[in-house]
């Protein structure tokens, strides 16, 4: 699973803002008092409790206002119908991430991938908010007092579509969920069966400073590995971190039958055209035997949703046609 970093106190909230938190957290009555919580007045919308890193939360059971400050959490919203009134800038971006298309193109930006801002969170008027993993307990307890606010718990390990599942189910959407994830691993089993990635694979993330391994669990990875290719150990990273930083001298690492090459931003895609005049990339086994493929950085080592995993499988199922 993509493991977001967690967003960081703002510095400095305005009078308004913190007046108005203040109000909204008096209105809610602290926003976690589970006596009140298992008490809805009478004619109150039906509610249902989602388990997340913070306990069990209670949400609205049709969801109408969805902020989403993660970017598999947009991808999740989008892919069942739901689009929210305010979500995260993309990694480095000032909008949604470009790979989701016009469905994200409207969407207010409330948040970066650092952190929220909580008066355009307020301005939204939300009724469910969905967090990133890792989001820390100031800034839960901030967003909590706005609405209810699901964070998905990655202490418990898992694969990558955990997270996504949390925020399904708090859109009362887990099951079509499921039926779009069941038909991207019946996509890659199929190559699996054709016997189409025998042998090793492995994804670079090209930075402007150079390579780096990323983890085999993550969903690229998870993806290779259920089309039958086997991982390089070099990609055996845990669960954490997302990633492993390479240099040319030890490229020899990720010297596998194929390579998805992931170049992030402009200084990404100079640095692995300059990379491909040495001869410690050009002696790889996969650019010798012409079976690296460069794919979307954005996609491939920023999401994790099922739209992003579509396209992954897209590019797979592209590269060993």
């Not at 006596?35 to 059971?61: L, M, N, W």
């Not at 993309?90 to 298309?101: F, K």
């Not at 009362?172 to 779009?180: F, M, N, Q, R, Y």
Request: glycine share 8%; charged share 15%; aromatic share 4%.
């Amino acid at each position: 699973m993509t493991h977001l970093p967690a967003l960081r106190r703002r510095p400095v909230l305005s009078t308004a803002t913190v007046a108005a938190v203040a109000l909204v957290l008096t209105a809610c009555g602290g926003g976690s008092d589970d006596s009140t919580a298992d008490q809805p007045s009478a004619g109150a919308a039906e509610e249902v409790t989602v388990s997340t890193a913070y306990g069990d939360v209670t949400v609205p059971a049709d969801p109408e206002r969805v902020v989403t400050l993660a970017e598999n959490a947009l991808d999740v919203a989008l892919s069942v119908g739901v689009t929210p009134v305010g979500t995260t800038a993309s990694r480095g971006g000032n909008a949604a991430p470009a790979y989701l298309g016009d469905a994200a193109a409207g969407i207010p930006v409330v948040a970066t991938v650092a952190e929220p801002n909580l008066e355009a969170v307020l301005q939204a008027e939300p009724d469910l908010i969905l967090a990133a993993a890792g989001l820390e307990q100031d800034q839960y307890d901030q967003l909590a007092a706005i609405a209810p606010t699901v964070v998905p718990d990655t202490t418990t390990g898992g694969d990558w579509q955990e997270p996504l599942h949390v925020y399904a189910q708090a859109l009362g959407a887990d099951d079509e969920l499921t039926e779009e994830l069941d038909s991207i691993t019946d996509r890659a089993t199929a190559l699996a069966d054709q016997g189409a990635l025998d042998g090793s694979a492995a994804v670079l993330r090209w930075m402007a400073n150079g390579p780096l391994v990323m983890n085999s669990a993550l969903m690229p990875g998870a993806l290779l590995q259920a089309a039958g290719a086997d991982p390089v150990p070099a990609a055996d990273l845990g669960g954490k971190p997302h990633s492993d930083p390479l240099s040319l001298e030890n490229l020899a690492q990720v010297d596998a039958d194929r390579l998805f090459v992931a170049a992030f931003g402009a200084d990404g895609t100079g640095a692995l055209a300059a990379a491909r005049t040495q001869p410690a990339f050009t002696q790889l086994t996969a650019v010798q035997s012409g079976t690296t493929t460069e794919v979307d950085g954005s996609v491939w080592s920023s999401a994790s949703g099922p739209i992003a995993a579509d396209l992954v499988m897209d590019d797979i199922e592209a590269a060993v046609s």
